[in-house]
Structure formats: C-alpha cells, structure tokens
C-alpha cells in the first residue's frame, strides 16, 4: 500500500492540512509541538481506527471545534485506489467509512492499510511486562489475519464472562456445571486458536529479527525470539505442534485448575499470560541488554516486523517512525535508512533535527521532505 | 438548548430517549408533530397506548403477540415437532421472511451474559424444556454468532442431548459478529437449510 494524499482537518494544531507523499522517505521535520507526530497519528487513525498515542478523541480535536476529520488517498499493491474517512464528532460514534464500505468499525479497518509504528515509548516491547510483548505479537498478527483479530477480540470478551462467572461462583448459590463447562469450551477453542498462531509466528519472525539485528548492529550478539505458551510444555517443542495437540493439552489443564479457579473466582490458565522472550546472546534483552542495545533491538524488531508483513500479507506496510533518530548513533541512523531505501518502503519519519540526518546518509531522489510550522506543512524539496 | 415551551421541551426529552435518536432529530421530530393535524395526533398517540396495552408475550414461545398463543403457535399449518430458538422477536422475522421455515419458534429473549449478570434462570430455558414434548423431533438453534450466543448454544446443547431429540444449529454462513436481524434473506435462507447436527 502506497498512501497518495492525506487531509486532515481540525486534528491538534492542523486546521486543514493537505499533503502529497513520496511512495519512498519522507522526512517530516520541525521544532518540538509544530504537529509532526499528528500527521502519523493521522495515518494510524486510518489504520486502526485509533491513535498510538494515549489520548481520547475528544481530545484530539483542535481547540475551540467540534470535531475532526481525516481522508486518506492510498493506492494497493495492486493499483486499485484505496479511501479511508475517518470523522469524530465530539460526543458522537466515530464515523468510519472506506472503499470496503460505509459504517464501518475499526475491526473492519485493521490489516487494510497494514502500518509498523515506532515511537520512544515502544521502549518497553524490550524492556516492560510479557504483556507489551503479547500487545506487539497481536498487533503483527491482527494486521495479517482478519480470522487471528477476530478469534481474539472473541477470546478477550470470553475471558472477561469467564471471570465474571467465576467470581460470581463465589457467592453462594447453586454451582451450574453445564454453564461453566459452556464457558471452558469456548475459552479453550479460542485459545487454542491463538496460542497455534503465536506459534507459527515465533517459528518464523526470528529469521527476520536477527537478519535484521545483524544489519544493524555492529557488533556480533546473537538474537532471538523464543515464545512460552502457557500451559502448553515446551518441551514438545522439536515435533511440529497441531491444533488438536494445544486442545488436549489445555483440557487437561482446564481439569487440573478447575478447583483453584472456583476458589480465586479467576481464570488461571491461557495465552493471556503467554510470554514472548527476547533473547540476547541466550540472555533475557530485559535483564542484560545494554542501553544501546535495547535501542537496536527495537528498531531491528520494528523493521522485522515490517519484512514479515511484507512476506505474508497481500498488502505491503508502510512505515510510521516518530523521532526515533534522536535516539540512535549516526552509524545506526545511516544503516536504518539505507535498509529502508533498499526495501523501497513507504516510510514517514518525523525529526527535529534534519541536518543531523542528511549529513549522515545519502538520500535518493525521491526522498520528500515536509516542513511544519504551527500545524502548517510545507514542502521544501 | 432551551425551548421557549415546556409543551415542546417535554415532547424533545421524550423522543431524545429513543435509541439512535439525538436533541437535534428530537426537536425536528417535535416540529413534525406540531406541523401535523389534531386527527393524526389523536390517532398516533392512541397507537402508542394501545401497543402497551395490546403487545403481551405469546404463553407458548414468548414472542410479542395480541392474541396468546400467538398466530404462529396456533396454525395449523406449522410442523409442531420442530423448534426453532432465537434470542429476540426480531429475529422470528428475519427468519419468517426467508419462507424457508415452517416449524415453531422460541423466543429465550436474551443470551447468557455473566458480565451482564444474565443467568440461564433469567432466559426462557426453564419454559423451553417444558414446551419440549414427545412429539418434538428437532431443535434449532438460531442464536447470534457473538461469543454469548455461541456459549448458549453450547449451554442449550448440553441440556438438550440428553432428553434424544436432534439438536441443530444453523449454519455459519452469517457473516462473522453480524446480528441475525441485519443478515440478509438469502444468507438466513442458506444458514436455515445448511444446518448441521451438534
Ligand atoms: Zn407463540
């Protein structure tokens, strides 16, 4: 996918900006609070229906205004045009509407404009939780499959009734096995589902994350990426793992826990506690990595991230770097670039200081460069 | 935004609680109304009256009706000895208007929700088992595809199996998180032909 134009209207500081994009880099630069960040936020709208950014619609609108509007003229890889409008009333649903259809939700927008973000606060993929690992695997996979999105929109609600009715267990009344034995099956088909993509997707992405690491990184540490499954032994590991085998597996379990589940009124098995690794030189990146380190292992899983979808999607990403260069060395900016001018990726990348950029790499012809002022674009190629 | 009658303010707040509707459609509605003859005033809100008056649940498959039981349970022309269950009235029409299907209905108003605090007790299941006879060979089940619908179906099937009648669902050619009342004819049509045994 190729986006073509972008409008956006009354969003933060752009009353009504109009832009045209390269297919190729484009750099978007200005002093801090000119309204950078709010052309990819724009974008991500467009893609998820939502910002990346922690902030509510009705606080994206700008000052003394009602609402908010966003048109995206993009082309697929196939050279069929491709329309995204988002519009925000305050108070209001979200309208979306795109070439698929009208009223539509976000669900219906994921996976069609596939989008890689990176901001600094992505920090913690390396360095956080499990679970901004688990948000970061389900955000590939949701952008690659519409039947992995919705399995886990369904999980996610399945698990919350299932706690619900385990806690509710606690009260006294009558104990409606049929009901909770319902509830178990659903929860354990959905996992199993889940957990048997996670799988393929952690048999293929390391490939790409550690080609990626060692392009970037000048040193020689080894990468990788190793899923633990929940309740699924990894030791049966080395044979190929089926749906059916991730099934019985999680019945058993289901079995085993039933009793201590009733009496915490929660579930307490299933890929909602599932962790994904990141490994350097056979080390946990969270507890060894250095700074530096933590900052190319970031950026290589971002970029794997963008080779993968590339692979296994019919529609190639593009690419959403938020100031992402103020935290690299020169060495390491040059090499990102060069591998985003040789994957001829669509990428926009919002920098304070240009400068700092162009004398470090050579940048070909089709590079953009946007300048912002106060909510205002200009072009300055 | 303030009326400069508490006639009109009143007529806003009450179409303002309608579902979908909004102050600015309530106040064009209120105009409508004022715009209109007494003899059309008179006849509408009468409407409005006799529904509550009239519309109470079928005794038999808890879909609205006027008359208990309703037209459906009553005919003569319907095959008694298959059920069909849905989760809201509306979905007996959508199902009525594919013409595909001649059995019975039952209507269970609502789907197991424990967040929502709705129980199996709260649904019309206990009064399902009661309307099941010896003569009933076939249950449907017609629920929505949402997670809750897809847990009751299972619910239902568990208790039904044992009692030796066919248990059904209707098959999955509904689009995925689509609401039966909104699927078209000729999908309902082809879910009501193609279902499968569970
Ligand atoms: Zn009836």
Known sequence: MIIKRLNIKKLRNHSNSEITFS???????????????????????????????????????????????????????????????????????????????????????IGELPTVVLTPDYKIITSGSPNERRIFVDKILSQCSKIYLDDLIKFKKTLKQRNALLSKENFPRKFDENLFSSWTEQFIQLSSKIIYKRYTFAEEFPRYFQSMYSDISSEKEKVNLRYLPDSVTADKYEMKISLDFIYDMLRQRAKEIENVEKKRGLTLFGPQKDEFEILINDGLARDIASQGQHKTLLVSLKIAEYMYLKELNNETPVILFDDIFSELDDNRIAKVVKILQNTDAQSFITTVNIEKILSKTELNLNTKRLFIINGEVNETN | MIYTSESIERVVEYFSNLPSIGRKTAYRLTMFLLNQNSDFIEKFAQSLINLKQNIKYCSQCYNFTELDPCPICRSEKRNKSIICVVEEPADVNAIEKTNEYHGLYHVLQGVINPLENISPDDLKIRELLQRIKSDTEEVILALNPSTEGEVTTQYLTKILKPLGIKVTRIARGVPMGLSLEFADEATLSRAIQGRVEV
């Open chain 1, 23 to 109: 297919p190729l880099i484009n750099f978007i630069y200005g002093p801090n609070g000119a309204g950078k960040t709010t052309i990819l936020e724009a974008i991500h709208i467009c893609s998820f229906g939502k910002t990346f950014q922690p902030t509510q619609d009705n606080q994206l609108i700008m000052k003394g205004n009602e609402s908010y509007s966003i048109s995206c003229r993009c082309q697929t890889d196939l050279g069929t045009p491709y329309d995204v409008n988002v519009e925000f009333i305050h108070g209001k649903k979200k309208q979306i509407r795109s070439s698929l259809g009208e009223n539509l939700s976000s669900k219906n927008l």
